[in-house]
């Protein structure tokens, strides 16, 4: 039964600005520039010096990382999971360990809903505006 549906909207809702604007901040804010640069660096392929002229891959949590802080599509699963499990928390007032099978597959979608919304905002907000057609029209003023 739910006993304050305005509320559970509306925090519904906030949970997803909230999800895109963390989104943001961990993949294109300019004050987590140093953190992306330093994990794209760490992620790089490392030469071995051996004159063999090889080179070895950097370790796979390092790859990960750097990847998922450089992608909107790839952080916002994870900041969705975060806050639709916070939200359905708080909503149904018990922990994750007590939720039924439902609560979960409450969770999941409310996970995939928000990551989907969140990066499609990004790509859309993010990207140049749609070039418009010029249309001359040539007349002879004689």
Do not use: E
Not at 53 to 74: D, E, F, I, M, Q
Not at 114 to 139: E, F, G, N, Q, R
Request: with cysteine; net charge positive.
């Amino acid at each position: 039964m739910v006993r304050n549906l305005p509320l559970l909207v509306l925090v519904g809702l906030g949970s997803v600005f909230a999800a895109a604007r963390i989104t943001r901040f961990i993949t294109a804010d300019s004050i987590t520039q140093p953190i992306r640069d330093a994990l794209s660096h760490r992620a790089r392929l490392r030469p071995l010096n051996d004159g063999t002229g090889r080179a070895r891959l950097a370790p796979l949590p390092w790859r990960w990382s750097a990847k998922l802080v450089a992608c909107h599509w790839c952080a916002s699963v994870w900041v969705g999971a975060a806050t639709s499990t916070g939200y359905l928390t708080w909503a149904t007032g018990q922990p994750p360990t007590a939720w039924t099978l439902s609560t979960w597959f409450l969770d999941l979608l409310g996970l995939l809903t928000t990551s989907y919304l969140v990066a499609t905002a990004a790509d859309w907000l993010d990207s140049p505006p749609p070039v418009k057609p010029l249309h001359i029209t040539m007349t002879d003023d004689r």
